[in-house]
């Protein structure tokens, strides 16, 4: 894959969001192994492996091999990375294969990169045409067009709803299973005009944003994913390890969030216990008591960064 896409501008590929603060949290000891669990362009990891001394190392997990690619480009021959094309759900076995054990830290940076978003033949976007693919990784799993034939109108409303927050999910379903009798739609432009067709004016932006959304996050199972990532990644860290977690809309950050409060807890007594008997003791400290969001200098250079959130936590 990517062979006869631009991957070799690694620089434009991503512009990594919140830098300075991931680092902050995430690098408490110059000489541990790291797992960037969204390797992306590389920002991310040219940051940690600066931030570590000789001893240090980083393993860098992404489903899309053209993001291994561009980080290969970026990062160049430093001998303390090493990259794994893999679903970041797999994290503890993608750690056990490496050799590793005593993980000091593990970065998130949830979403799609900037180079998916831009390349339409990916198709993630509403604003080229290209084929309804919208997947990680070109080579595994059914793409969007897919999904589009295959799910009854109500599967479809629900997609739309759950994953998009979409008011008139009901309706562009509908308009979805009216289309394919005719031929399939197997095109990003086909879908908006579908969308267009059932939300007019200038709601019909939202409408796109939300659907393309939506349907990415079907495609890719990317709830399901996260879930399974923050359990993992918690299983993998040493004892005062650190997990930071960046998350670009309400559906992860609730997950994120969720998880943070289950960890950080104390007493798991019923409420109507007076006295704690559980003896249950907290398995994380949360490091950032308000959720960390980018400056506004920041957002002017990069708009990607307008709806991050950064959070991080230490095991105990
Ligand atoms: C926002 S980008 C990360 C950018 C990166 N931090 C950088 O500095 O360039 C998110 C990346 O995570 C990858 N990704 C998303 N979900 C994934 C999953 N479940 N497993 C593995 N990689 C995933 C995407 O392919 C994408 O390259």
């Given amino acids: ?19 300075r603060e991931a680092i902050e949290y995430l690098v408490a000891d110059r000489r541990g192994v790291y797992v960037d669990a969204t390797l992306g362009g590389g920002g991310h990891t040219r940051a940690i492996l600066d931030a570590l001394d000789a001893g240090g190392r980083v393993i860098g997990i992404d489903m899309d091999p053209d993001a291994i690619a561009a980080a290969r480009i970026k990062l160049g021959d430093d001998q303390r990375w090493v990259p794994v094309q893999a679903r970041f759900s797999h994290i503890k076995e993608v750690v056990k294969e490496s050799g590793y054990k005593e993980i000091a830290g593990v970065l998130a940076d949830f979403g799609v990169s900037s180079y998916q978003i831009d390349h339409p033949e990916r198709g993630f976007s509403y604003m080229a045409d290209g084929p309804l693919d919208m997947r990680m990784n070109p ?7 897919e999904l589009l034939q295959k799910l009854d109108e109500a599967e479809l409303a629900s997609i739309f709803h759950r994953y998009g ?10 308009a979805i299973v009216t289309k394919r009798k005719s031929r399939p739609i197997q095109r990003t432009r086909e879908l908006a005009e579908i969308v267009e067709s059932v939300v007019s004016g200038k709601h019909a932006v939202k409408s796109l944003a939300r659907i393309f959304q939506a349907l990415r996050i079907a495609v890719n199972e990317e709830l399901q994913e996260i879930e399974t990532f ?11 390890g650190r997990l930071v977690v960046i998350s670009y809309h309400s559906l992860e950050d609730r997950l994120v969030k969720r998880f943070f409060r289950e960890k950080a807890r104390g007493c798991i007594c019923p409420p109507e216990v007076l006295k704690c008997t559980c003896g249950h003791q907290p398995e994380v400290q949360i490091l950032t008591k308000k ?14 960064a307008r709806s991050a959130k950064l959070r991080a936590f230490e095991k105990v």
Avoid: C, T
């Avoid at 080579?139 to 067009?145: E, F, H, L, T, V």
């Avoid at 008011?167 to 562009?172: D, F, N, S």
């Fill in 291 to 304: 959720v960390v969001r980018a400056s506004e200098n920041e957002i002017q250079n990069n708009p990607r």
């Fill in 1 to 19: 894959m990517g062979g006869h896409r631009d991957i070799s501008a690694a620089d434009r590929f991503h512009v990594p969001v919140l830098v």
């Fill in 230 to 240: 923050l359990n993992a990644a918690f299983q993998v860290l040493k004892p005062g």
């Fill in 139 to 145: 080579n595994a799993g059914a793409p969007a067009s």
């Fill in 165 to 174: 927050e979409e008011r008139m999910a009901r309706k562009i379903a509908r």
